[in-house]
């Protein structure tokens, strides 16, 4: 049976080359996209190539950015912009094929087997990438290869304007030399589980026993090993977008806090932000997770799962600030965020009465006796729950989210 072709499409530090599209007088220059310009708080988002080549990289604090590059032209997000390009991006994949997954407002999959058979892969790639700099002044890299994982792999190989081709064959001699922590999937905190059992590179990972990674990291312990090998059997499925697993939001501080009331009211601006975003898209869940990064940049994190699922903003507070407090040490804080996860529709929501929730129980009997008096009299039926109507939001203001896949369930 033929290999399947698939391709990965990754834009090139997007959102500063959407700026530089948009004003061609920021073209050649060293810019960067970034929260709080004005303050010259928050973290850089992401910069121009040029402004790498300076030394700015994406989470780099603004200060320290501009201390190091003082010519360096900071720009405030324009989230809109950046969704309207990646809609315009993704409508120019689907006219090639349907089959497109969208994994971030910048990036995404293809499957381009069934085209491959009377089109070269390469030539297909390469008219791609050439009509979106073209009708969109945007670059890009794509990675073409039998799967998911080596597609992502293979993009990344050459930046900006890279069409890569990498094949299974060709593991050993490219992937398998480099250290571990390269490999898509792996973070900082797996590479040194791995180096702390004499895992150091990419093919020590491949050739590993898979009963010892299980005993170290579970079940992602035998996926990486199949990753390294080359294997990976997910199809690019179009319908991902519509799986919301979890709302979240964060935000980096503007330095290292360790002010009570400011954490306090922090956690009540996401608690708030992540319940807007529930409302938008009609959802609830029942696992409350808390992100702290603190001044020594080490992340941790802490979770809570409940009986009833949560979406007010109150709730969601409530119980990620319990979580905070619990925890905290006092050690400064530079990140904090709040994640919902574990989501069903709010239409899905059973609620088990307990002494807590009886009393409103209780209260909404009224409206039930009034309900039931109405169709008495006018027939079964007469009077039935509004039809909900999803609203359109940009609540979300980071690239982290999800958001802007509602863009492509139109």
Same mark, same amino acid.
């Given at each position: ?37 004005? !303050? ?9 190539? +040029? ?7 994406? =989470? ?5 950015a501009k201390r190091l590059c003082p ?63 073209? +009708? ?39 992937? @398998? ?32 026993? +898979?009963?010892?990674?299980?005993? !170290? ?34 935000? =980096? ?27 938008v898209k009609y959802l609830a869940g029942? =696992? ?8 020594? @940049? ?15 903003a109150d709730e969601i507070f409530e ?23 574990? &989501? ?14 009886? !009393? ?26 509004? &039809? ?23």
């Amino acid at each position: 049976m033929a290999a399947n072709i698939i391709f990965h499409l990754d834009m090139n530090s997007f959102y500063a080359s959407v700026e530089q599209a948009h004003d061609p007088s920021l073209k050649g220059k060293p810019i960067a996209v970034a929260g709080n310009v004005k !303050e010259r708080r928050g973290i850089i988002v992401t910069s121009s190539y +040029e402004a790498r080549a300076k030394g700015i990289y994406t =989470t780099m604090n603004v200060a320290e950015a501009k201390r190091l590059c003082p010519e360096l032209l900071l720009l405030p997000p324009d989230f809109p912009k950046y969704r309207a390009a990646s809609a315009a991006i993704f409508s120019i994949l689907r006219s090639y094929t349907e089959i497109v997954e969208p994994v971030s407002i910048d990036e995404g999959y293809m499957d381009v087997t069934e085209l491959s058979k009377t089109r070269h892969p390469l030539q297909i790639a390469e008219e791609i990438q050439q009509r979106i700099l073209h +009708e969109l002044d945007l670059p890009c890299s794509i990675g073409i290869a039998p799967n998911k994982f080596l597609a992502k792999t293979a993009s990344n190989m050459k930046k900006p304007m890279g069409i890569t081709v990498l094949r299974i064959r060709e593991l050993k001699e490219l992937l @398998w030399p480099l250290p571990v922590v390269s490999m898509h999937g792996v973070g900082e905190k797996t590479a040194k589980k791995l180096n702390s059992i004499q895992i150091f590179t990419i093919g020590d990972l491949a050739n590993a026993n +898979e009963r010892t990674l299980y005993s !170290e990291l579970g079940k992602n312990g035998v996926r990486l090993i199949k990753r390294a090998n080359g294997i990976d059997n997910r199809a690019v499925d179009p319908n991902s977008i519509f799986d919301t697993k979890s709302v979240g939001n964060s935000t =980096t501080l503007p330095r290292d806090e360790s002010e009570y009331y400011i954490l306090k009211e922090t956690f009540e601006k996401l608690s708030k932000s992540v319940a807007e975003r529930l409302k938008v898209k009609y959802l609830a869940g029942t =696992t409350i997770t808390i992100q702290i990064r603190n001044y020594d @940049w080490q992340n941790s994190s802490r979770s809570k799962t409940v009986r009833n699922a949560v979406h007010q903003a109150d709730e969601i507070f409530e119980i990620a600030w319990k979580l905070f407090t619990d925890y905290w040490d006092e050690t400064p804080v530079r990140l904090l965020g709040v994640t919902v996860s574990n &989501v069903v529709d709010q239409s899905e929501l059973t609620q088990q009465l307990n002494l807590f929730n009886f !009393e409103q129980h209780i209260k909404d009997e009224p409206i039930v006796q009034l309900v039931d008096l109405i169709e008495t009299k006018f027939g079964k039926g007469a009077i039935k729950r509004g &039809v909900r109507v999803k609203s359109k939001s940009y609540a979300s203001k980071t690239s982290f989210s999800k958001d802007f896949l509602d863009d492509h369930m139109k």
